[in-house]
């Protein structure tokens, strides 16, 4: 998410015909994704909030904007630990999981009075409005895991009648006349990257997915790759994966000839046909 | 996955050019996948051994074999009842998910003597072999939620040194000459489809899926699908789930102009850009 | 629960100073208590809803009346299917776990009109009345898993103005004069006697701890029991439960005579010094 | 567990006829129990760890001495954010629940190899001894949720062939002539006192039990006690559960005049009639 800007660019620059070079989106190999923002966003949402706030999780009601990657791994670490949590989706396909995985799908006005904790992670700007932090109660606590610095409408918030109080790094509490109280996190800046660590094992995949599309960007023959943006293939991809294997003790099975024939497959991978798609839809365009 | 052999013929017959007229692959849509598959198996896997077995699966020591959407899904279940579950996995990718997911990843023959239920969803043969299923502990049962009746090699079990005894409807237990019994469901067919019922919710998704492609196929202007399989179109995939929310009571919110600008999106979708993937990896091919 | 007339009765006769002899109230034993109640409802729930109805639990909105042990129990299950669940509760204590287990507290009438399926498991009666009845939406699954026949005011939809019809075994369509269903389950008799099986494995716990407090009566010196109601001696209790643990190939740690020492334990128990209480409260008088 | 020295020595002194006036054990006061031990130490294991280590939970086989309620908050929440966990007990009855919960049961020596995070939450002493420190694995995690400092043998670690390298407050390396490293958190202190904060919510809850059991005491008339040791009057602890309840605008439901009488309750509590036991064991000597 945070990294979205970038390949964004890249894509737009290829569309625009302006892209002088070939480039790798790592950013969307599978491992870097999930790693980068499902699994690692799980924890980093707890690390967060305690550190700046020593917030208790359980019983708290939540509403989480944007049920994507990073959505899903704040969600299901709050759930986990007690609290109520709600989302707001755009996207009628993510709100169907959001039920499937047991959220409320609300739209944020409906909610906004209860709340205890808001947070979002949609890749939009002014997610949460000053009409809506006008609306919170006392002790909200708002904090931004999404992108950039926009999806909070923080800027609304630098107003005379207000004022801001900086309780801790990090941390400060936006006064309202009549003495209510909002939690403010990383000034709407990203949570994790502000208030908590990234663990050493999600670097190392980052790190790894980077050298191997750079390797491969470097060693691939004449014309394999055009001025375009490529995905990292998926043998690579696997590859990643298969390196940080032995850190969990994990013992990949092997296909026997006859299951590789079976399935259609070579015994050393890509293990998924080309049609395959880690659950997902693609466009025919 | 029952589905598999279909949408796999059509895209043989793609390749080999033997395909006369356009083909939609429903199979593939996120929609159909996700309840299909994953949120489907997530409940089918404990109503299908509970109807066939009575199993508590409380403590109860689980192998699943495959995890891909429906080995997601039976391990969802089975560990939040309490069952102690470990995977097998022959693609790295999938075998860090379930790491990070928290099961452990072991080869078949190094668990198998303790397991007390051994499931396979891979969608391969022979997964299970005679030889595994020598080694099982008495009352161990064995079944498949993955494809065809090819998983476990029931075909070796069919031995003049083993007894069959039909329980009940669907539960065979066959016998080894020390008396050991193991317990085969189905006769290794699927367990979802032969000793569980499917949810009219699922089913409503799968017809209004197909229903919907069909229509597309036959309003489709002159050129738009050529002799080839086609996925879905997003935006139809993305109706399908929006027919189904009122259901849940889920309120979806709508971008405002200047959000969806800034997103770069349409506001009624598709609401992700060509390049977003549902956490996937896509071929460049 | 089901039990509780015979412990109930146990008590009162005690208290009418009418008990002529000693009596084990065995069902207030940890080992049965958490099996009969806690873990096996949580399984139960789910089995006599599938068995009934075959409704999918993803996305429900379910409130369960009351949080004791089986409400845990059945709390703990549909959360872990996707369900989203609130509770009602009469007791500050039991409504404070449900808040930390991230349950919303509500009272009945609160939320009566938005959910897909009402269960009582409260030992109280008409916790479910008419008039709530009335105000269910259409399709509302009803059923109990409490005590007794009681807990829904079953009585009150035996009226002329409502149509019953047995769509299956153990389930009846109760059908307004609007047309509306709402689906009732084993006429609101128990759901997991009714429609669910019970493990052999609760069993055995169950006529292991009867079978040793016969015993235990049997055997004791004159004068350890007097015409009152007892519980079964913790060891015994312990006891239970050791001989159960094999078939979960559980490796019990031995105290070291040191440890023991510093514990003030017996080195094979009873292992919870006597104010130990299982996380309780204790009477004084 | 930290206050366990005062409520011991009060126990010690009552027995001995030692203690001269009387007193309230609020240690066992349910709600005091639940949110002190269960339900902060859910919370407080993974907020230490974060703050001491950084570590990532996903994929980290743990073991847990002990499956008291400090050690199920432990294990639930590293289960919940994708820890393999399983536990050491030496008490049947709880190793029976850690079964239900999906735990393997062990001894430490079986897997101390393998572990990436050994936590002791025992109430004993040496429990984790010298020679299974030396057997660890490089990187282990070690650390103390129990009580004291005896629970891990740090004094054994204090030792001229071992190096002791402090890398941060509250975290050593302990490293081994071959370069082995071992994490040591809070020199085997306790976790959630040295490196984690304590909710102002938990705080609430401790000193309002306090605060209730000291006017109890005060308020009482002459001769309701004796120099004995008490445990807080139910209706009390019902109390001090009351006044949180509205933190989580939780809605008690109240008993009916018929439904209070079918119970034998008063309408105001306490809500459990004396032989409820908040799912647990009491002596009978």
């Known amino acids: 998410r945070a990294g979205r800007p970038t390949w964004c660019v890249l894509y737009q620059l290829s569309k625009a015909g302006k892209l002088c070079v070939p480039a790798m989106n790592v950013n ?11 699994y690692c966003c799980r924890e980093s949402i707890l690390d967060g909030l305690k550190r700046t706030t020593d917030v208790m999780f359980g019983g708290k009601q939540v509403v989480v904007c944007g049920y994507g990657e990073v959505g899903k791994g704040c969600c299901t670490a709050l759930k986990a630990l007690g609290a109520i949590v709600c989302i707001t989706e755009i996207d009628p396909i993510c709100a169907l999981q959001g039920c499937m995985d047991g959220f ?6 409906e909610v906004i009075r209860q709340m205890d904790l808001v947070i979002t992670c949609t890749g939009n700007k002014n ?3 000053r009409e809506q932090l006008d609306r919170m109660k006392n002790g909200c606590i708002v904090c931004n895991m999404g992108h950039s610095n926009t999806e909070i409408d923080v800027a609304s918030l630098r107003s005379p009648e207000l004022t801001w109080e900086r309780v801790r790094s ?3 509490h936006i006064i309202w006349p009549d003495g209510k109280r909002v939690v403010l996190l990383a000034e709407g800046r990203l949570l994790n990257l502000s208030c908590s660590t990234v663990p050493t094992f999600v670097l190392s995949i980052t790190a790894t997915t980077q050298a191997l599309a750079l390797i491969e960007l470097f060693n691939a023959p004449e014309g394999r790759y055009k001025q375009d943006v490529y995905l990292l293939p998926k043998k690579m991809d696997e590859y990643v994966a298969s390196l940080h294997l032995p850190n969990f003790d994990a013992h990949l099975t092997e296909l026997s000839d006859e299951q590789a024939k079976y399935m259609g497959l070579n015994k050393n991978g890509p293990f998924k046909p080309n049609y395959y ?3 997902c839809v693609v466009d025919n365009d």
């Open 28 to 38: 969307d190999s599978v491992t870097k994704q999930k790693f980068d923002n499902l």
């Open 104 to 109: 409320r799908v609300v739209k944020l006005n």
């Open 127 to 129: 997610v949460v409005t």
């Open 170 to 172: 990090q941390v400060d």
């Open 277 to 279: 798609r880690y659950h």
